[in-house]
C-alpha cells in the first residue's frame, strides 16, 4: 500500500504522530506498512507468530502516537482465524 493512498483513506492516522527525527519516521513509517501487509494475508497463510509480532507492532505504533483502531479490529479477528485453525491442526494431529 502506498503512503499517499493510506493516509487518503484515513487522514487522522498520524495527527498525533511527531517525530522530530527523520530516521524515526521512517522506521515507524515502515512498521506501518510491515503490519498493513501481514493483515493482509489470507488467514490460513499467517502464522501464530506473525499475529503475535503484528499485535506488538501495533502496540508500538499506538503508543508513538498513531490512530489504528481500524487495524485493531483487523488483527483481532486474524488473531482469532489463527487461533481456529492452530486448534483445528491439533485436533487433526491428535486424531491420527
Do not use: C
Not at 28 to 39: D, F, Q
Amino acid at each position: 500500500m502506498k503512503m499517499s493512498r493510506l493516509f487518503k483513506k484515513h487522514p487522522d492516522i498520524a495527527v498525533n504522530f511527531k517525530p522530530k527525527n527523520q530516521l524515526v519516521k521512517t522506521t515507524y513509517m515502515t512498521i506501518l506498512l510491515h503490519l498493513i501487509e501481514t493483515l493482509k494475508k489470507p488467514p490460513h497463510s499467517i502464522s501464530e507468530t506473525e499475529v503475535w509480532i503484528a499485535g506488538n507492532e501495533l502496540i508500538e505504533l499506538t503508543e508513538a502516537g498513531f490512530k489504528l483502531d481500524w487495524l485493531k479490529t483487523k488483527l483481532q479477528k486474524k488473531k482469532t482465524v489463527s487461533d481456529i485453525i492452530e486448534l483445528n491442526k491439533k485436533w487433526n494431529s491428535e486424531q491420527v
